[in-house]
Nanobody, 119 residues
């Protein structure tokens, strides 16, 4: 069982930057991929970005060039650097870990952290 704890979110203004962190309860060397998802009010949860164990990254189109995902293996932590924030980035952000267990992939989720971007 992998436990994920996100950093506290914040209320920021349009154009500001914010970095989220997600600390895993075990070495992220053993985790195949980690990512960030978000869910805005009344909308479905959607992928923001993910990073694999070999540092391959992927981003949703609406955050490319603004958000950067990275990992610090020594700290068992994944970060999401968010720049040029927009009101439409307002959402609860969730950290996710995907771990292969023999023949199946298991998803683990954090509890989420609220990011509010005011105009």
């Amino acid at each position: 069982q992998v436990q994920l704890v996100e950093s506290v979110g914040a209320l920021v203004q349009t154009g500001w930057s914010l970095r989220l962190s997600c600390v895993a309860s075990e070495s992220i060397f053993s985790i195949n991929a980690m990512g960030w998802y978000r869910q805005a009010p009344g909308k479905q949860r959607e992928l923001v970005a993910y990073i694999t164990s070999v540092d391959s990254t992927n981003y949703a189109g609406y955050v490319k060039g603004r958000f950067t995902i990275s990992r610090d293996n020594a700290k068992n932590t994944v970060y999401l650097q968010m720049n040029s924030l927009k009101p439409e980035d307002t959402a609860v952000y969730y950290c996710k870990a995907v771990k292969m267990l023999i023949t199946r992939a298991v998803d683990y989720w954090g509890k989420g952290t609220l990011v509010t971007v005011s105009s």
